[in-house]
């Protein structure tokens, strides 16, 4: 079962890639943890991917297909993967099919899971991370960390202006993956405007008949 999860910033991709795990016992692989890594590592990679990040642009193609493929190749996606964050373009998307063919994969289906811009502002911008452990939680939690008393923050990335500017370049550079993948005959629309419960039901019920 090898899969991709659309969806603006903020969508909540990555709740749900939780819940798939959980249920099918297959990788998640978020190009999004494995950049914010390199940044907290303080590698040359992690720097440089920081000033797009910062700026709420796409890191370059080049940087995170290498990552992508790496991770590909690994042991533990031989029964299937959950592809979080990538592919965000057009060319991350074919370049993408041409290195699963060449393993003999493919992609089974693609999730695109729907929220209203506005209501994507409001989530990041009320959320807090632990300098500490690291740890993501909401403003209403206070200063500290509940859990290590960590100073909580707010990420650069995550203030309204630059919110705004990924969610411009996700609809501009992003969106059309689902008119790519519609052609496909692999594309589901999840309604992400709801509980979180209840978009768990409607993308583990699209995914048992695979």
Known sequence: MNLVLLGAPGAGKGTQAKYIVEEFGIPQISTGDILRAAVAKETPLGLEAKTYMDAGNLVPD?????????????GDTARGFILDGFPRTIVQAQELDVALDQMGKKIDKTLSVDVDHQVIVDRLTARRTCRECGRITSASEGEACQVCGGELYLRDDDNEDTVRNRLDVYDKQTAPLIEYYGKAGVLQHIDGDRDIVEVKGDVLESLRSL
Request: glycine residues 8%; proline residues 0%; aromatic residues 0%.
């Open 62 to 74: 080049e940087v995170v297909i290498g990552l992508v493929k790496d991770r590909l190749s690994a």
